[in-house]
């Protein structure tokens, strides 16, 4: 489970998930309209905060 951003590709019809993180290991993942009955999103992330450090 991962926080992801949701992009909708009407012409190519898919659904495109990309991972918000600087780590390499991490990469996008794209599914058709016809296989979106094996995905599950779980919630939506409203606020995201990140402490800052000099």
Do not use: H
Request: zero cysteines; charged letters at 20%; proline letters at 4%.
């Amino acid at each position: 489970m991962a926080i992801k951003r949701f992009y909708n590709n009407k012409e190519k019809q898919t659904i495109i998930f990309t991972p918000e993180s600087t780590n390499k290991s991490f990469y996008p993942t794209s599914y058709s309209y016809n296989d979106l009955s094996n995905i599950k999103i779980i919630g939506k992330v409203v606020i995201y905060i990140v402490s800052i450090e000099s």
